[in-house]
């Protein structure tokens, strides 16, 4: 990772940091290797994401960095929320099954009991191990196409921005700065201009890559 350009970045390079340190900790925890739930990084996650949530973000690639690291943690949190819920009322965990057998022995446990009689369940009837939330993978291929007009209007290049940024956050991969693509905008729309075209830029997902491609288009916008 480069190092942080300015202390914006250096704050949000942190609270990344944070949150899969949280993440990891979860994560063993669910598989048995941390005795109690990590409350003290929880509670000092939560902390820096509600500083930053009051705090007043001018820039456009900064606020949407900062939201996205902050609907990650939420999520996270959720999905965390209900495994402990089901892990207290003894629910199965998300992710563990049970075998193949189980039905057959408590039905003929069941049938042996007398009527108006229901047994105690057996330790055996508890679930398995508990075992780290699943992350939804995404799909192998994808696409979306965002047009842009020779007038390349604010409000398309931040669609694009925003959905070039949601592909590389599914793959894994950090979101360019704004600056960045409102100049290849720029540049693309110009190189086009001559020909009267509108720019259409088509963002593919495939096989864990993401990748950008330009061409004149003379329909008009999506």
Known sequence: MPPPKSE???EMQFLEGEIRRLEAEFNMFFAGRLPRPPWETKARVAALVKRHDNSYIRNTADRF???????????????CDRQLTNRELGRPMLGARRTSQEPTAQGAQ????????????????????????????APRSSERIV???????????????????????????APLEFERVAALVKAQVSKFADEGSNVAFRI???????????????????
């Not at 960095?65 to 999905?79: D, N, P, V, W």
């Not at 047009?147 to 991969?173: H, M, N, P, S």
């Open 204 to 222: 593919a997902m495939k096989d864990g890559k993401v990748s950008l491609t330009v061409k004149a288009e003379k329909n008009g916008e999506d």
């Open 147 to 173: 047009t842009i007009g020779r007038d390349a209007a604010e409000e398309r290049v931040k669609l694009l921005y925003e959905e070039l940024a949601a592909a590389r956050k599914q793959v894994g991969e």
């Open 8 to 10: 914006w970045e250096k």
């Open 110 to 137: 069941g049938a042996q009991d007398p009527p108006g009689v229901t047994e105690a369940p057996q330790a055996t009837d508890a679930p398995q191990a508990p075992q780290a939330p699943q992350v939804p993978q």
């Open 65 to 79: 960095r900062f939201e996205s690291l902050q609907s990650r943690y939420q999520k996270f949190i959720e999905l």
